[in-house]
T-cell receptor, first 114, second 112 residues
Framework: DAGITQSPRHKVTETGTPVTLRCHQT?????MYWYRQDPGHGLRLIHY???????DKGEVSDGYSVSRSKTEDFLLTLESATSSQTSVYFC?????????????FGPGTRLTVL | DAKTTQPPSMDCAEGRAANLPCNHS???????VYWYRQIHSQGPQYIIH???NNETNEMASLIITEDRKSSTLILPHATLRDTAVYYC?????????????FGTGTRLTIIP
């Protein structure tokens, strides 16, 4: 299995509080992604990174920010959590080498916003 | 990325081959077909990908029709651990933008 961990694995928080989720990889892969998964919607991309300090928005980026100060860490921040952000969040990595690049996913973080 | 269509659910008897279809009639010439699966509560897992030719690895086989408008993922001897949601994705080879678009997939249930 790819060396990818997420923390915390579970979190319950209240509306309006800031929340930061961490994705850590030991594969030295260039690309990192944050997805959310909700019933009936499949996985949707929030933000992704193509290198240290290089990030871009996905299809559901409103209300989220990201940072990548080191190759191995990609942080997802909810500045002021809302109940609509209750979801399961998955981090993924891919090498970004020439050719077809599969993505490897972390175990997920279940976030509940009350 | 081309749109893909999969049946919402399928059953397969344990030990039999599971054949999961995917329609991608608008696929373009440089788009690959990827398959991922997601076992309950876990992150998605890459299975296989292909462009034109049939492909096989330790997990599965991928059969792509000659016109590339559809494909079939084959799990040759399904086990209970293969119960999962299977996603078919069509996308181009693009090093600069590796985003995947997941649909709702096929829920495969392996029956003892």
């Amino acid at each position: 299995d790819a060396g990818i961990t997420q923390s915390p694995r579970h979190k319950v928080t209240e509306t309006g509080t800031p929340v930061t989720l961490r994705c850590h990889q030991t594969e030295n892969h260039r690309y990192m992604y944050w997805y959310r998964q909700d019933p009936g919607h499949g996985l949707r991309l929030i933000h992704y990174s193509y290198g240290v300090k290089d990030t871009d928005k996905g299809e559901v980026s409103d209300g989220y920010s990201v940072s990548r100060s080191k190759t191995e860490d990609f942080l997802l921040t909810l500045e002021s959590a809302t109940s609509s952000q209750t979801s399961v969040y998955f981090c993924a990595i891919s090498p970004g080498l020439a050719g077809v690049n599969e993505q490897f996913f972390g175990p997920g973080t279940r976030l509940t916003v009350l | 990325d081309a749109k893909t269509t999969q049946p919402p659910s399928m059953d397969c008897a344990e030990g039999r081959a599971a054949n999961l279809p995917c329609n991608h009639s608008t696929i373009s010439g440089n788009e690959y077909v990827y398959w991922y699966r997601q076992i309950h509560s876990q992150g998605p897992q890459y299975i296989i990908h292909g462009l034109k030719n049939n492909e096989t690895n330790e997990m599965a086989s991928l059969i792509i029709t000659e016109d590339r408008k559809s494909s079939t993922l084959i799990l040759p001897h399904a086990t209970l651990r293969d119960t999962a949601v299977y996603y078919c994705i069509a996308r181009g080879k693009n090093f600069g933008n590796e985003k995947l678009t997941f649909g709702t997939g096929t829920r495969l249930t392996i029956i003892p």
